[in-house]
C-alpha cells in the first residue's frame, strides 16, 4: 500500500509536529480557528483532513487498486537468510537458549493437551506455530516493559523467565498458583516478570495497554531518570474485530502513547476463518488508517520477529512515545484448545501441510544446523532434558495443595467487606452442618481457613 | 456518545422572559400542596448559611467545618475535589469526552488550563476506550478520573467495567496490580426533559457487581468529601452525580481538602415512626414529603441518606427500622430489581430487624418502564407518592 495513501499520512504527521516539539502548551491550544481556508488554496484546509488536495476526477479508491503490505522476512522456509544485511545480533548460546525455550512450550503443549484429554486438568490451549511471536518478541523487549497477552503468548512467559512451578501451579490451580487458584488454565499472570494475567474477554487488554502506555509517557514525564519503557500488547486476528480494537488504536495514537500492538494473525478464530472476520489487507493495513506506523512481519521467522520488535520499540519511544503495530503472520496449527476439534471445519492435509513445510521450530533449527549450532544428538538431549523436567514439575503440581478456601472472598475489594465477611462465615456453617456434602480435604488448611 | 441534547441539558438557568417558577418547563398544579418545586435555596438539607444542614457534622474534622468555606453549587463543588486531586497527587489524571474544555456541565473548568493538558485531556467518542485506558492507567499506579458524559453512555464500556476493572485485583490474585485508582465519574437521574438518553439512573446494574464502589452524593459539600474519598480509595469507584443539582443545590462548602467515608449512611433526621431510605435528588423530595406528613398525621419519620449504594451500610439501616418498624425506599431508577429491592430484602433477611416490621417495606420508584420525555412527572418519585406511601406504610 506504497503511493497514495503515505504523502496524505505524511503531511498528517507534518502538521502535527510542532505540537509534538512544543509539548504541552502548544498542545493545549489548537482550536479549530486556526484551521482556516486560504484563498485559492490547492488543499481543503477543513478542520478534519489536513491538507487534503483538491481533485476535479470522480474516484473512488478501492481497496484492490492497493497490493497487499509486503511481509517482512529474514529468514525463509529453508532457514536460509534472504536479508542480506541480516546479522545475528546475539550469541550462539543465547539463540540456542530462545531455539529451547520454542521447544519448551511445544513440548509442553503435548503433555498438557494430553492431561487434558485425561481429565487431569480441565482446560487447555496450545500455541503450536506461533512460538517465534511470543518468544521472538520477548527477547528483543525490556524485562521491565509491561505485557498484556491474549492467551497463546506461553513462549513469551517462557521467555521472560517463568518457571515450569509456575506453569504447572497455574495449570493445576494449586496454592503456589500467584493467581490463586481463581483463573481457569493457561490465564498465567507474572507480577514479577512485568506480565498481566490473562483474561478470557478478547481484545480488553487493548486499549488497557494504550492507558499503560501513556501511564509510562506521564512517569518519564514527571521524572526524568524514570527508565525508557513501552507497554506491550498481544491480540489475535478475530479480536481484532472487537470494538476495543478500534478504541485502543485510536486512543493511542491521539494521545500518543508508546504501545506495541502485536497482532499474531494465525488465519483462524475458533472455527471462523480470516475470509469471514475481515475483507481489508489483514490488520496492518488498519493501522495506517489510525495514523500508526505499521509492518507485517512472517511470524514463522523468528529473526524477522526480533528485527522488528527491536526496531519498533525504538520507533515507540521517539518523540515522548507513540504506537507502532507489527502483524505476525502465522498458522494456527493446532485445534484452538482442548474443547476445539478443528478438522470439523478445516481440512487434515492443510493443517499438516503446514506442519510440514513451515514451522517457526523447525525454520529455527534448520538455520541453527547449517550455522553449525545445532544437531541431531542435541535436538534429543534437549527434548528428553525438557520433557523430564516438565513431567517433575506435573507431578509435584498436580499432588500439591489448593489455595486456602478463604482466598475466594478475599481480593474482590482491598479490604473484606461486612458482606463478605458474613458470608464465609456462612459458608463456613455449611461446611459444619454438612460435613459429608463437601469435600474440604484438598485445600490448605480446610475449612479452618474460613474464620471472620 | 454524547448528544445534541448536551446543550439543552447542560444549561439549566431559565430564560430571562419566562417566569421563574422553579424550573421553566414545568409548573405544578394550582392547587398542590405536596407537589411543589423544591425550594434548594431554603432546603435544610443544604448548608445555606453557617453551615447547619442536616447531616453528621461528627464526620469531618473540626478544623475543616470551622474553616473558610465558599459557596458552592454541586458543579462547583466537583470542580473543587477535582482540582485539589491535581494538585495533592501527580498520580492524579482527569479525562473524558469535552473535559478540556471545562465540560458540558462545566465541572472540569479551567483544570486543563492549571494542571497541563497532559493530565486533563479530551479522549476520543469511545466509552470502552475511556474506560480500558483508565483500567491501564490504574494498573501502573495512576489515579485516572475517567469522565462517561452522561450515565446513559456508560453500557459501551460495560464490559471493561465488569470482566475488567472489577475483576482485576480478584484476577491478578498476588500478582499486585489493580484498578483500585479508578474512579468514573458520571451525571444520572432525572432533569425534566432528559428523554430515554440523559436521565437514566444505572446504579443498580454495578450494585450486581463485586469489585465496584458505586456513590451518589445529594449536595454540593458530599459531593466534594465523597469525591476526594472515591479518588483516594484503593477500589474502583462509580460516581454518579444527579445532574438536575449541578447548578440548583447550593450550599457553603469548606474550602479545605476532607474525605467523607465510603459504604457509610447518613441520618439526616430522626424519627420514631417510619424510616425513609434514599439517595441522590430524593431525599429532597424526601424531606418534604415527610415534613407534611409529620404536620397532617402527626408522626416523626427518621430520613436516611445511603450515599453509597454499594457495598452498603446495612447495620445504620437495620437499627433505624428496628426503632421504627416501618420503611420505604425511594429512588428514581425503576423499581424491579433497584437499590430498593435490595435493601427490603436485606431488611427482611435480618432476623433481628424482620421480627420489628410493622408494616410491608414499601418501595416508591420508577415504574419499569424508560423514562419518557412528556411523562417524566409521572414515573418519578416525587413528594405525592411518597407521602402516600408514608401514609399507607403507617395505616398497615
Known sequence: MKSPFLPALRLQRAALAPRLVAGSAARQRRLSSSVSQRPNSDFVSFPGALKSAFTSSLKFETPESYAALPTYRVVDQHGVVVDQAFEPDISDEQIVKLYKDMLYISIMDLIMFDAQRQGRLSFYMVSAGEEAVSVGSSSVLDPGDPVYCQYREQGFFKERGFTTKEFMSQLFANRNDTGKGRNMPIHYGAGRLNIYTVSSPLATQMPQASGAGYALRMQRMQDANAKPRVAVCFFGEGAASEGDFHAAMNMAATRSCPVLFICRNNGYAISTPTLEQYRGDGIASRGIGYGIDTIRVDGNDIWAVREAVKRAREMALQEGGKPVLIECMTYRVSHHSTSDDSFAYRARVEVEDWKRRDNPITRLRKWMEARGCWDEGKEKEARDGLRREMLQGFAEAEKELKPALRTMFEDVYEEMTDDLREQMARLREMLDEYPDEYDVAEFEGGKESLKR | ?396
Open chain 2, 1 to 396: 456518545m454524547k448528544r445534541q441534547a448536551v446543550r439543552l441539558v447542560g444549561s439549566v438557568g431559565p430564560a430571562a422572559w419566562l417566569p421563574r417558577v422553579g424550573r421553566c418547563y414545568s409548573t405544578h398544579p394550582p392547587n398542590a400542596r405536596l407537589n411543589l418545586p423544591i425550594d434548594y435555596s431554603t432546603t435544610p438539607l443544604l448548608a445555606h448559611g453557617g453551615r447547619t444542614a442536616l447531616g453528621d457534622a461528627g464526620e469531618m474534622p473540626a478544623q475543616v467545618r470551622n474553616g473558610p468555606a465558599k459557596k458552592m453549587n454541586l458543579f462547583q463543588a466537583v470542580n473543587d475535589a477535582l482540582g485539589i486531586a491535581l494538585a495533592q497527587d501527580d498520580n492524579v489524571l482527569i479525562f473524558g469526552e469535552d473535559v478540556a474544555f471545562g465540560g458540558v456541565f462545566r465541572c472540569t473548568m479551567r483544570l486543563a488550563e492549571t494542571y497541563g493538558s497532559d493530565r486533563v485531556f479530551n479522549t476520543p467518542l469511545t466509552e470502552q476506550g475511556i474506560v480500558g485506558f483508565g483500567i491501564g492507567l490504574a494498573a501502573q499506579g495512576m489515579r485516572p478520573v475517567a469522565e462517561i458524559q452522561f450515565a446513559d453512555y456508560i453500557y459501551p464500556a460495560f464490559d471493561q467495567m465488569i470482566n475488567e476493572g472489577a475483576k482485576m485485583r480478584y484476577r491478578e490474585g498476588s500478582n499486585g496490580p489493580h484498578a483500585g485508582g479508578l474512579t468514573v465519574r458520571m451525571p444520572c437521574g432525572g432533569v425534566g426533559h432528559g428523554g430515554l438518553y440523559h436521565s437514566q439512573s444505572p446504579e443498580s446494574l454495578f450494585t450486581h457487581v463485586p469489585g465496584f464502589r458505586v456513590i451518589v452524593p445529594r449536595s454540593p459539600i458530599q459531593a466534594k468529601g465523597l469525591l476526594l474519598a472515591a479518588i483516594r480509595c484503593n477500589d474502583p469507584c462509580l460516581f454518579l452525580e444527579p445532574k438536575i443539582l449541578y447548578r440548583a443545590a447550593v450550599e457553603q462548602v469548606p474550602e479545605a481538602a476532607y474525605e467523607l467515608p465510603l459504604s457509610k449512611a447518613e441520618k439526616l433526621k430522626e424519627g420514631k415512626d417510619i424510616t425513609i431510605i434514599s439517595y441522590g435528588q430524593p431525599l429532597y423530595l424526601c424531606l418534604s414529603a415527610i415534613q407534611r406528613a409529620e404536620e397532617d398525621l402527626g408522626i416523626s419519620a427518621e430520613l436516611i441518606d445511603l450515599r453509597t449504594v454499594y457495598p452498603w451500610d446495612k447495620q445504620a439501616v437495620f437499627e433505624s427500622v428496628r426503632k421504627t418498624g416501618r420503611v420505604l425506599v425511594v429512588h428514581e431508577s425503576m423499581v424491579n430489581a433497584g437499590i430498593g429491592a435490595e435493601v427490603a430484602a436485606a431488611i427482611q433477611e435480618d432476623a433481628d430487624t424482620f421480627v420489628r416490621l410493622e408494616a410491608p417495606v414499601g418501595r416508591v420508584a420508577g415504574w419499569s418502564i424508560h423514562n419518557p420525555l412528556i411523562f417524566e412527572r409521572f414515573t418519578l418519585p416525587d413528594v405525592a407518592r411518597i407521602y402516600d406511601g408514608i401514609k399507607k406504610s403507617l395505616a398497615y
